[in-house]
């Protein structure tokens, strides 16, 4: 008996070694971070160049009265409602080299305004930094759904003449004309941008009878929304254009 006794204790002690203990894994669990809907990152814009999305009259969009001011306005129906806008081009009091802001503020059924478009570009700096004026005479208007930019300038400015309209949604520089006098010569361009069509009409003062030479010059159409659109250097780029082929 005592021998049985000692083989099964034996056994019990072999089988308790070759058992392996399992030990249970142990899970990391790596926190995951849910964006929310609403979250985006704010650009970092400048205060001043931040507008009220709503108003009753122009000057509730001017929010630092004490900076800016209306130097400009213009009423008239641009999108087709029957109801007529506004477009003001707001100014820096003190600081004339400043860039001007345009706004377009479509009326709503209401009477209230709502900001629609911005354009830092479409109006020049009245003065560059040589304290000289661009332009000698200034005007914004509204007509027949048109908005147009009249610049007249004397000397190397010229005048500069520039019309927006809209197409569904989208405000687009449609027409520029600009008109230079030279040492010898004048020159008038009439520029379709959404067609690509430069009308170039080339006057030589040199002679008595001044006789005058007409060409046209294709360029690439184009869709420029009133926010990026720049008269002056969309004129620029065309006058590359007639530099190459003359």
């Not at 000698?136 to 000397?155: A, C, P, R």
């Not at 010569?185 to 006789?211: A, C, R, W």
Request: proline letters at 5%; hydrophobic letters at 35%; a negative charge.
């Amino acid at each position: 008996m005592k021998k049985l006794i000692a083989i099964l204790s034996a056994l019990i002690i072999i089988i308790g070694c070759n058992k392996k203990e399992e030990i249970p894994e142990e899970k990391t669990t790596v926190p995951q971070t849910k964006e929310s809907e609403n979250e985006y990152d704010e650009p970092d814009e400048d205060p001043a160049y931040v507008f009220p999305k709503t108003g009753k009259k122009a000057e509730d969009f001017i929010t630092e009265p004490d900076i800016f001011e209306i130097q400009y306005q213009a009423e008239g129906d641009l999108n087709g409602d029957k109801l007529d806008d506004i477009v003001i081009v707001r100014k820096d009091k003190k600081n004339k080299t400043a860039p001007r802001s345009m706004l377009v503020l479509l009326q709503n059924p209401d009477k209230t305004y709502r900001l629609d478009k911005i354009s830092h570009l479409a109006m020049p700096a009245e003065y560059n930094d040589s304290d000289f004026k661009l332009y000698e005479t200034e005007d914004v208007s509204i007509d027949k759904g048109v908005l147009t930019i009249q610049l007249y300038g004397i000397g190397p400015s010229g005048n500069l003449f520039s019309d927006f309209k809209y197409f569904g949604n989208d405000l687009l520089l449609t027409h520029i004309e600009t008109y230079n006098m030279g040492a010898g010569s004048h020159q008038s361009l009439d520029y379709d941008v959404i067609k690509g069509e430069l009308f170039q009409e080339l006057i030589n003062t040199m002679e008595e009878e001044m006789p005058s030479t007409e060409k046209t010059f294709h360029l690439k159409p184009q869709k420029i929304k009133f926010d990026d659109a720049s008269p002056d250097a969309v004129i620029a780029e065309a006058y590359k254009v007639i530099d190459a082929e003359t």
